[in-house]
């Protein structure tokens, strides 16, 4: 496995840190305990409460942070975002920022309306050091995430607002990532029973990480 994939943490729910080619990474900082202002890029998928969240963009961010978000957020996220650069995305984009190479990847609900595809949400691959890092923001098992190819996976698992766990492993086993960690349960959304779930219905060949 890519020593990449060993930095990976999931501090709550959805919130995810990563660190690779010198930079520290954030994905949707939430419910944070620690202060350390130590994040280069922050990334957030869409615009809900537990995935945008100011108070906990304050406890990394730093003077010259950078932050990479829907299209349509800018208004929402300029107190937060407090005159530090400012990287807008749609579904669909590949890009570079402070080096690091991402893809958006749509973020929506088949059948429910909780994250309509028109809102033009998103998931990220992020390249670090050579390693694809899928994590798939709040989303059903839709063609476009069963498309992502990479080394390590974080898809939701909970429910109500995203795949429940069954589906999320059916979509894990079509795509086929060397690691996949479940995020987004037992707390907002979900329960701890939903990795037990999970891991069921799981290709045997793929590795599992219990972060959350």
């Not at 650069?85 to 669909?92: A, D, E, R, S």
């Not at 923001?137 to 069954?166: F, S």
Request: net charge negative; hydrophobic share 40%.
């Amino acid at each position: 496995m890519n020593p990449i994939t060993d930095s990976i943490q999931v501090n709550t729910h959805s919130s995810v840190r990563l660190q690779g080619a010198g930079k520290v990474v954030y994905i949707d900082p939430f419910r944070l305990e620690e202060t350390p202002h130590d994040a280069d890029v922050i990334f957030v998928t869409h615009a809900h409460f537990d995935h945008f969240s100011p108070e906990d963009i304050a406890k990394v961010g730093k003077a010259d942070t950078v932050f990479v978000m829907p299209a349509g957020m800018e208004q929402t996220a300029a107190p937060a975002v407090a005159g530090r650069k400012l990287v807008p995305v749609v579904p669909g984009q590949r890009g570079s920022v402070e080096g690091l190479e991402f893809e958006t990847v749509p973020a929506y609900n088949l059948k429910k309306r909780f994250h309509p595809k028109e809102e033009g949400w998103v998931g990220y691959v992020l390249t670090l050091e050579g390693c694809r890092v899928y994590i798939a923001g709040d989303t059903d098992a839709t063609p476009e995430a069963a498309a992502v190819r990479c080394d390590a996976a974080l898809l939701p698992i909970g429910g109500k607002y995203t795949m429940d766990a069954r589906d999320a492993a059916d979509l894990a086993n079509r795509m086929k990532p060397g690691l996949v960690i479940p995020i987004h349960y037992g707390s907002v959304a979900g329960s701890p029973k939903d990795y037990e779930r999970f891991v069921k219905v799981l290709d045997r060949e793929i590795q599992v990480r219990r972060l959350i």
